[in-house]
């Protein structure tokens, strides 16, 4: 028995083949939740409109030729043609006892196709700021490779680190001058940011007083032409070097409880072998063509100022190679190598055009087939309270680990007071599920490509569309639970789909696998939240009608619990679908 929108679908094309004819039978009948009814049809406009008929008697016409008695109601007409449609509580009872059984994975559907999905997420810079900017696309890009995954493909993550290019120069400079052992060196496992600020300080400093051949400018350029020829030394301390970054990114990601590992590191570097014949491809294949010296593709359809096309240099006319190279390379590799079907860039909204460039100059290259979707899951700012992108007062970046500290810190204080009761350790426990849980929450619950507002007091807010108000909400189903088994309530039995609260809860339950479909098609975590918060928002409706501990019939008691605990099984599943943990109590 498939979700109501399928089930109501498939009826509604069987009705416009018999009504209309066969080149009706894949018109989309627009199944819709409906705030009149359980849902609408809302298909007979458009068909009127094909048919050259009016609305209201092709709405008729439909109602006569559509059997859903075993489903729902016969269809009422309203307005223009709307099709109102109140499903039959039997149908919505046997449907939600069919998800809850063992097995039925809640009703989410397998796929149509399994897909190989390249996902390329987190990609923060060695020594650089790793700031609220790629904690959101860490966080989302989790997201959609965790609900990827419950929906049955396979996903490859990329972990695309800056671990190359002119800077390291510098970097190592640096390095070598504090010595590899010292406690600056040390930065780069706990603020590699200060450590980068400091070896940029040194640089600029060097340039503007113009020391010369032995100065730290002309010793960092040299480095990176040493660094680039293979040398061995300078390979050494540079893998020293991305080594102490590494240490620090699995800090954070352990903290965050993301699923990120080494396995998933494909940094920049690991393409270096590979942009000479990069260039050497598309060049002979007449892709790439020389411009003022640099080596450069002109996508169709990308112009710059005056109407000139726009160049994706992939080779400057010092012969170095930039970003755009190394994507050119990774996408190749992703797509002949790991086998992707689609692959997904959660990457800043800045970096729109170069991907539009990448992916146009690819498809053009024949090395991103028709057939395999990019696509670029573009990533807003976290702003501060004053409407700018979020830093410290005095103007640094944020630290990182220092910023999520903190939310744990305000989450210790939410649980510390709501439950003085529980031990020391498991207030730690539930502070940590609250606090990331809190930030992770926030940034998914935002459309991905909107900028928001970082503002601890509101993610950690046990109201609103927040991760403490569902784990919240989760705890009180587990607590009834308990009270429940000590009361000797009969466990196992179908969930209860009668009152009209049970069904409204039941209805929403019923969401969840088109949902979580839905998620995974568009690469958008943010419905989920939606989904889940008006879930526990039924769940609430419901649990004020319908007691369960106190409700006298044996039956009934049971009943409701069964469908408390299938609310439960599915607020934790979709928790889990974004990286967020549910506590076993609040
Ligand atoms: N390291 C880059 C940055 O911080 C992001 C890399 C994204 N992935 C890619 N394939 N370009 O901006």
Same mark, same amino acid.
């Given at each position: 028995?498939?979700?109501?929108?399928?089930?109501?679908?498939?009826?509604?094309?069987?009705?416009?083949?018999?009504?209309?004819?066969?080149?009706?039978?894949?018109?989309?009948?627009?199944?819709?939740?409906?705030?009149?009814?359980?849902?609408?049809?809302?298909?007979?406009?458009?068909?009127?409109?094909?048919?050259?008929?009016?609305?209201?008697?092709?709405? %008729?016409?439909?109602?006569? /030729?559509?059997?859903?008695? !075993?489903?729902? @109601? +016969?269809? #009422?007409?309203?307005?223009? $043609? *709307?099709?109102?449609?109140?499903?039959?509580?039997?149908?919505?009872?046997?449907?939600?006892?069919?998800?809850?059984?063992?097995?039925?994975?809640?009703?989410?559907?397998?796929?149509?196709?399994?897909?190989?999905?390249?996902?390329?997420?987190?990609?923060?810079?060695?020594?650089?700021?790793?700031?609220?900017?790629?904690?959101?696309?860490?966080?989302?890009?989790?997201?959609?490779?965790?609900?990827?995954?419950?929906?049955?493909?396979?996903?490859?993550?990329?972990?695309?680190?800056?671990?190359?290019?002119?800077?390291?120069?510098?970097?190592?400079?640096?390095?070598?001058?504090?010595?590899?052992?010292?406690?600056?060196?040390?930065?780069?496992?706990?603020?590699?940011? %200060?450590?980068?600020?400091? /070896?940029?300080?040194?640089? !600029?400093?060097? @340039? +503007?007083? #113009?020391?010369?051949?032995? $100065? *730290?400018?002309?010793?960092?350029?040299?480095?990176?032409?040493?660094?680039?020829?293979?040398?061995?030394?300078?390979?050494?301390?540079?893998?020293?070097?991305?080594?102490?970054?590494?240490?620090?990114?699995?800090?954070?990601?352990?903290?965050?409880?993301?699923?990120?590992?080494?396995?998933?590191?494909?940094?920049?570097?690991?393409?270096?072998?590979?942009?000479?014949?990069?260039?050497?491809?598309?060049?002979?294949?007449?892709?790439?063509?020389?411009?003022?010296?640099?080596?450069?593709?002109?996508?169709?359809?990308?112009?710059?100022?005056?109407?000139?096309?726009?160049?994706?240099?992939?080779?400057?006319?010092?012969?170095?190679?930039?970003?755009?190279?190394?994507?050119?390379?990774?996408?190749?590799?992703?797509?002949?190598?790991?086998?992707?079907?689609?692959?997904?860039?959660?990457?800043?909204?800045?970096?729109?055009?170069?991907?539009?460039?990448?992916?146009?100059?690819?498809?053009?290259?024949?090395?991103?087939?028709?057939?395999?979707?990019?696509?670029?899951?573009?990533?807003?700012?976290?702003?501060?309270?004053?409407?700018?992108?979020?830093?410290?007062?005095?103007?640094?970046?944020?630290?990182?680990?220092?910023?999520?500290?903190?939310?744990?810190?305000?989450?210790?204080?939410?649980?510390?007071?709501?439950?003085?009761?529980?031990?020391?350790?498991?207030?730690?426990?539930?502070?940590?599920?609250?606090?990331?849980?809190?930030?992770?929450?926030?940034?998914?619950?935002?459309?991905?490509?909107?900028?928001?507002?970082?503002?601890?007091?509101?993610?950690?807010?046990?109201?609103?569309?927040?991760?403490?108000?569902?784990?919240?909400?989760?705890?009180?189903?587990?607590?009834?639970?308990?009270?429940?088994?000590?009361?000797?309530?009969?466990?196992?039995?179908?969930?209860?789909?009668?009152?009209?609260?049970?069904?409204?809860?039941?209805?929403?339950?019923?969401?969840?696998?088109?949902?979580?479909?839905?998620?995974?098609?568009?690469?958008?975590?943010?419905?989920?939240?939606?989904?889940?918060?008006?879930?526990?928002?039924?769940?609430?409706?419901?649990?004020?009608?319908?007691?369960?501990?106190?409700?006298?019939?044996?039956?009934?008691?049971?009943?409701?619990?069964?469908?408390?605990?299938?609310?439960?099984?599915?607020?934790?599943?979709?928790?889990?679908?974004?990286?967020?943990?549910?506590?076993?109590?609040?």
């Amino acid at each position: 028995m498939p979700a109501p929108e399928i089930a109501l679908t498939e009826r509604f094309q069987t009705a416009f083949a018999a009504a209309f004819g066969p080149e009706y039978a894949d018109a989309d009948p627009i199944i819709r939740p409906s705030q009149f009814a359980d849902f609408q049809c809302n298909a007979a406009m458009g068909l009127a409109k094909r048919l050259g008929r009016a609305p209201r008697e092709i709405a %008729a016409q439909i109602v006569e /030729a559509v059997d859903l008695s !075993d489903l729902a @109601e +016969a269809p #009422e007409i309203a307005g223009p $043609g *709307f099709l109102n449609i109140h499903l039959r509580t039997d149908w919505i009872a046997a449907r939600t006892a069919e998800i809850a059984a063992p097995g039925a994975a809640l009703g989410v559907p397998a796929p149509e196709r399994a897909e190989t999905v390249v996902l390329d997420y987190s990609a923060p810079n060695v020594a650089k700021e790793m700031h609220v900017g790629h904690l959101r696309t860490t966080v989302v890009g989790d997201s959609i490779a965790r609900t990827l995954e419950k929906l049955g493909h396979t996903v490859v993550r990329q972990n695309h680190i800056g671990d190359w290019g002119t800077p390291f120069g510098m970097l190592i400079e640096h390095l070598l001058e504090v010595g590899e052992d010292s406690a600056e060196a040390g930065l780069l496992t706990t603020d590699p940011n %200060a450590f980068y600020q400091a /070896a940029r300080a040194k640089f !600029d400093a060097s @340039e +503007a007083a #113009e020391d010369g051949e032995t $100065g *730290f400018a002309a010793r960092a350029r040299r480095r990176v032409a040493t660094l680039q020829s293979g040398d061995a030394e300078s390979l050494r301390i540079w893998t020293h070097l991305v080594g102490l970054s590494k240490e620090y990114f699995h800090r954070i990601y352990d903290m965050l409880d993301v699923t990120l590992t080494d396995a998933d590191l494909a940094g920049e570097s690991s393409y270096n072998d590979q942009l000479e014949a990069v260039c050497a491809d598309l060049e002979a294949d007449g892709i790439a063509r020389l411009s003022d010296g640099a080596l450069c593709v002109f996508p169709e359809g990308f112009t710059g100022r005056d109407e000139q096309p726009l160049p994706l240099i992939i080779r400057k006319s010092d012969g170095g190679y930039g970003y755009a190279t190394t994507d050119l390379a990774a996408l190749r590799h992703r797509v002949r190598d790991l086998g992707a079907d689609r692959i997904g860039y959660v990457v800043g909204t800045a970096q729109e055009l170069h991907f539009r460039m990448v992916f146009t100059s690819a498809r053009e290259a024949g090395w991103l087939p028709e057939q395999v979707q990019a696509e670029h899951v573009k990533i807003g700012s976290v702003l501060g309270e004053d409407g700018k992108i979020l830093r410290t007062r005095s103007g640094a970046s944020l630290r990182l680990m220092a910023l999520l500290e903190e939310a744990v810190a305000a989450a210790r204080a939410v649980i510390d007071e709501l439950r003085p009761d529980l031990p020391e350790d498991e207030r730690a426990r539930i502070a940590h599920d609250i606090g990331i849980g809190g930030v992770k929450y926030a940034d998914l619950s935002t459309a991905h490509d909107s900028d928001y507002t970082f503002d601890l007091e509101r993610m950690l807010a046990l109201t609103g569309n927040t991760a403490p108000y569902l784990q919240y909400a989760v705890a009180r189903i587990r607590s009834i639970g308990r009270k429940a088994a000590a009361q000797g309530v009969a466990a196992g039995a179908a969930p209860r789909v009668q009152d009209d609260a049970e069904r409204a809860l039941a209805l929403q339950l019923l969401e969840f696998g088109p949902t979580l479909a839905s998620v995974g098609a568009e690469f958008e975590p943010h419905r989920l939240c939606a989904y889940l918060f008006s879930l526990a928002q039924a769940f609430t409706s419901f649990y004020e009608a319908s007691p369960i501990l106190k409700e006298a019939d044996e039956q009934v008691r049971a009943g409701r619990l069964a469908l408390a605990q299938l609310t439960e099984r599915v607020l934790v599943e979709g928790l889990d679908a974004l990286g967020v943990n549910a506590p076993q109590q609040m």
